[in-house]
């Protein structure tokens, strides 16, 4: 039987800190969480967008940017150096890169 799996976000704050723990590149995680909360955002606005036919109310620039951002940051955090250029000004100032 499967379970569904946690909420993005949840395993963004607290699974994520557990599997790069001993990594450098992710010292500044913690710094991201006013950018994190775009995540939940994202989701809400895609659940009453796919769910109740209702606009969004974020800004889906906002919301690309973040998915980006995370996307390299994963890069980065498999060794993938090249990746800290290609996030957004702000997350790369919260992860001090």
């Not at 569904?4 to 607290?14: E, V």
């Not at 590149?25 to 606005?45: A, G, H, P, Q």
């Not at 895609?46 to 906002?62: D, K, P, S, T």
């Amino acid at each position: 039987m499967f379970s569904p799996s946690p909420p993005l976000l949840k395993m963004l704050r607290d699974y994520l800190p557990q599997l790069h723990r001993d990594n450098p590149s992710f010292t500044n995680w913690k710094d991201t969480k006013k950018l994190l909360n775009k995540v939940n955002s994202f989701t809400e606005d895609r659940n009453r967008l796919a769910h109740r036919g209702e606009a969004i109310v974020g800004f889906l620039n906002e919301y690309l940017t973040i998915t980006s951002d995370l996307l390299y940051a994963f890069d980065v955090f498999e060794g993938h150096e090249w990746a800290k250029a290609k996030v957004s000004p702000s997350f790369r100032a919260a992860m001090k890169w």
